[in-house]
């Protein structure tokens, strides 16, 4: 991720994005994260350019509560856990916003 902002915004007609894996996508009309560069994510695929490696040392999750609160702290929470379990994560913090 570049810079210290993102943004929330809607794809544009022709926007450059290649979701990690599936090549160049059409995000038009979808919700997009943004970085200085440009979309880092959105709710169905994340940005080539942002995908862990075994380099990674810190990581961001965006989790989009659709379902309500309570399915977005239980998304949350797994995330967390399964980052205890399966790496030397101490689960990081869970930022809610609204």
Same mark, same amino acid.
């Given at each position: 991720?570049? =810079?210290?902002?993102?943004?929330? /915004?809607?794809?544009?007609?022709?926007?450059?994005?290649? #979701? @990690? *894996?599936? =090549?160049?996508?059409?995000?038009? /009309?979808?919700?997009?994260?943004?970085?200085?560069?440009? #979309? @880092? *994510?959105?709710?169905?695929?994340?940005?080539?350019?942002?995908?862990?490696?075994?380099g990674t040392q810190h990581i961001l999750a965006i989790v989009n509560g659709y379902s309500g609160q309570e399915g977005l702290r239980e998304a949350a929470e797994m995330i967390q856990?399964?980052?205890?379990?399966?790496?030397?994560?101490?689960?990081?913090?869970?930022?809610?916003?609204?």
């Open positions: 991720i570049q =810079g210290t902002d993102l943004k929330l /915004g809607v794809g544009r007609a022709e926007e450059p994005f290649e #979701g @990690i *894996g599936r =090549g160049v996508l059409n995000i038009e /009309g979808l919700p997009v994260y943004r970085d200085a560069v440009g #979309g @880092i *994510g959105t709710p169905t695929s994340d940005n080539e350019r942002t995908k862990m490696d075994l856990e399964l980052l205890k379990k399966y790496t030397s994560s101490n689960g990081g913090e869970i930022i809610y916003f609204e």
